[in-house]
């Protein structure tokens, strides 16, 4: 699939080098899979949904939109992923109720891990004390297309973190996320079957 790789790499001053350096590279190789116009909208609408869900329940602080496009960039990811592994309504959890962070996303597919999801030029954020894996997808949201990066066992996961990546104060005050940045270390895999041994097995690939 050609595209315009342009439209992922516009990331912040502070953390470009290390986007460039590391992400870009990995987004050249990897397969572009696209969202349809109505895929696009049903993950924005649902964001809001859950948002408004969410936040009626006083579970979650915070604005409407911030909350809504979180939401939304998560569908978007467990979308992608969906289509990637030609899984259609296996994977993306279209309900208000989203599972808990130790709850493996993927749990549908017998796969015993999360989906972290992160709009492109930023790191994905992560539980500083992970106990899942995860596969790691980066969205462009302007060319309406997402990258599977590949899995990480939560060891790695949790051993390559960087709270100077971390754009939200919020965030970054309460101590419990920081910014996962060696996505280079993730292990690829094309069918669900791969994806299952790597998770069960905690493999990584060779740097």
Same mark, same amino acid.
């Given at each position: 699939?050609?595209?315009?790789?342009?439209?992922?790499?516009q990331?912040?001053?502070h953390?470009?080098?290390?986007?460039?350096? #590391?992400?870009?590279?990995?987004l050249?190789? @990897?397969?572009?899979?696209?969202?349809?116009?109505?895929?696009?909208?049903?993950? &924005?609408?649902? *964001?809001?949904?859950?948002?408004?869900?969410?936040?009626? *329940?006083?579970?979650?602080?915070?604005? &409407?939109?911030?909350?809504? !496009?979180? +939401? @939304?960039t998560?569908?978007?990811?467990?979308?992608? #992923?969906?289509? +990637?592994l !030609?899984?259609?309504?296996?994977?993306?959890?279209?309900?208000?109720?989203?599972?808990?962070?130790?709850?493996?996303?993927?749990?549908?597919?017998?796969? %015993?891990?999360?989906?972290?999801?992160? %709009?492109?030029?930023l790191?994905?954020?992560?539980?500083?004390?992970?106990?899942? *894996?995860?596969?790691?997808?980066?969205?462009?949201?302007r060319?309406?297309i997402?990258?599977?990066?590949?899995?990480?066992?939560?060891r790695?996961?949790?051993?390559?973190?960087?709270?100077?990546l971390?754009?939200?104060? $919020?965030? =970054?005050?309460?101590?419990?996320?920081? @910014?996962?940045?060696a996505?280079? #270390?993730?292990s &690829?895999?094309?069918?669900?079957?791969?994806? =299952? $041994?790597?998770?069960?097995? %905690?493999?990584?690939? @060779?740097?």
């Amino acid at each position: 699939m050609e595209e315009d790789l342009d439209g992922w790499v516009q990331p912040k001053p502070h953390h470009q080098k290390k986007f460039e350096e #590391l992400v870009y590279p990995l987004l050249m190789e @990897a397969r572009g899979i696209r969202l349809t116009e109505d895929e696009f909208h049903k993950c &924005r609408e649902w *964001g809001q949904k859950v948002a408004d869900h969410k936040l009626a *329940g006083g579970k979650y602080p915070g604005d &409407r939109e911030s909350l809504s !496009d979180r +939401f @939304a960039t998560g569908f978007m990811g467990e979308l992608v #992923l969906e289509k +990637f592994l !030609d899984v259609p309504g296996q994977i993306a959890d279209f309900s208000h109720d989203k599972p808990s962070y130790d709850t493996p996303d993927l749990k549908h597919i017998h796969v %015993n891990a999360g989906v972290k999801s992160v %709009n492109a030029p930023l790191f994905p954020l992560v539980e500083t004390e992970t106990k899942l *894996g995860q596969v790691f997808v980066v969205l462009c949201q302007r060319l309406r297309i997402g990258k599977v990066l590949g899995y990480c066992p939560p060891r790695i996961v949790s051993s390559y973190l960087d709270e100077s990546l971390v754009l939200s104060h $919020n965030v =970054r005050r309460k101590g419990e996320k920081s @910014a996962f940045w060696a996505l280079h #270390l993730c292990s &690829r895999f094309r069918t669900i079957d791969e994806l =299952r $041994n790597l998770a069960a097995s %905690n493999f990584v690939s @060779a740097v």
